[in-house]
T-cell receptor
């Protein structure tokens, strides 16, 4: 089966610009996660979806971050406007209710 | 509050030797799950092994085993017969409760380098 697909793989923008990341999870995996991974650290959860419903967005900086998962499949994470401190790798993951989460390759964001 | 601690920022091991990566955790949940992930330079997180807090046996998956010591709140990863391809970042993680409804938190990772 195909894995988790993320695009773009790399993005360089200037501060105050908007940016969007896209994720296509594994077919049939109803739970979708967005994580942010800063350099030298482990991933930190931003938001979790069960189908199209965001069930945990407590760590999402809502003043500039937004996410959506239309039809409970693909998901988009947006930052507007981006700040220097947003430079990180943004990881998408999914699971089907089992213990194993499947991660995508991530999008490396650099904000100049 | 839940917490995962990995005290080894980096390790060097000779090829074919066994290696133990340390992980301690803290939680007030009576049931929880512990995970180990591998992150090679390509960036993708790869699931390695899982241990439930009520599991009687230590989890094993091929060359990976989890040395679970509940009283000490430790969940060390043991890799037997290390290979060059094992060079990567390794993250310990924990989920409070057994269902996927609980959030997973990750440690800061250990960078493992295998010497030929």
């Amino acid at each position: 089966e195909a894995g988790v697909v993320q695009s773009p793989r790399y993005k360089i923008i200037e501060k105050k610009q908007p940016v969007a990341f896209w994720c296509n999870p594994i077919s049939g995996h109803n739970t979708l996660y967005w994580y942010r991974q800063n350099l030298g650290q482990g991933p930190e959860l931003l938001i979790r979806y069960e189908n199209e419903e965001a069930v945990d967005d407590s760590q999402l900086p809502k003043d500039r971050f937004s996410a959506e998962r239309l039809k409970g499949v693909d998901s988009t994470l947006k930052i507007q406007p981006a700040e220097l401190g947003d430079s990180a790798v943004y990881l998408c993951a999914c699971d089907s209710g089992s213990n194993e989460q499947f991660f995508g390759p991530g999008t490396r964001l650099t904000v100049l | 509050a839940q917490k995962i601690t990995q005290t080894q920022p980096g390790m060097f091991v000779q090829e074919k030797e066994a290696v133990t990566l340390d992980c301690t955790y803290d939680t007030s949940d009576p049931s929880y799950g512990l995970f180990w992930y591998k992150q090679p330079s390509s960036g993708e997180m790869i699931f390695l092994i899982y241990q439930g807090s009520y599991d009687q046996q230590n989890a094993t998956e091929g060359r990976y085993s989890l040395n679970f010591q509940k009283a000490r709140k430790s969940a060390n990863l043991v890799i037997s017969a290390s290979q060059l391809g094992d060079s990567a970042m390794y993250f310990c993680a924990m989920r409070g409760g057994y269902s996927s409804a609980s959030k997973i938190i990750f440690g800061s990772g250990t960078r493992l380098s295998i010497r030929p």
